[in-house]
Nanobody, 121 residues
Framework: QVQLVESGGGLVQAGGSLRLSCAASGSIRSINAMAWYRQAPGKQRELVAAITTGGNTNYADSVKGRFTISRDNAKNTVYLQMNSLKPEDTAVYYC???????????????WGPGTQVTVSS
């Protein structure tokens, strides 16, 4: 069994900051890419930021320069530092990991349950 658990969401005023964390646990052999997605009401889920095992990153244009993704491979944890938050950043944020478990030769996508981020104007 594998679990991804997010933390750090909440309510913040525009211009403020939040830091999201996501820890993966269970029978994990290795983790490839990790990422954060978000889904606002009435909208499709979209990629916010992603990071490879080696630390290569990519970001949605809407968050470049404001958000920073990082990971701690020893802790199987990914972070999302969100600065200069805007009301349009309001969404449920989901952690994603492409990982391999001990009893499989293949990697699969796993998702966390999501954490709410609300930015007030």
């Amino acid at each position: 069994q594998v679990q991804l658990v997010e933390s750090g969401g909440g309510l913040v005023q525009a211009g403020g900051s939040l830091r999201l964390s996501c820890a993966a646990s269970g029978s994990i052999r290795s983790i490839n890419a990790m990422a954060w997605y978000r889904q606002a009401p009435g909208k499709q889920r979209e990629l916010v930021a992603a990071i490879t095992t080696g630390g290569n990153t990519n970001y949605a244009d809407s968050v470049k320069g404001r958000f920073t993704i990082s990971r701690d491979n020893a802790k199987n944890t990914v972070y999302l530092q969100m600065n200069s938050l805007k009301p349009e950043d309001t969404a449920v944020y989901y952690c994603y990991a492409d990982l391999r478990v001990y009893y499989s030769d293949y990697s699969y996508a796993y998702w966390g349950p999501g954490t709410q981020v609300t930015v007030s104007s």
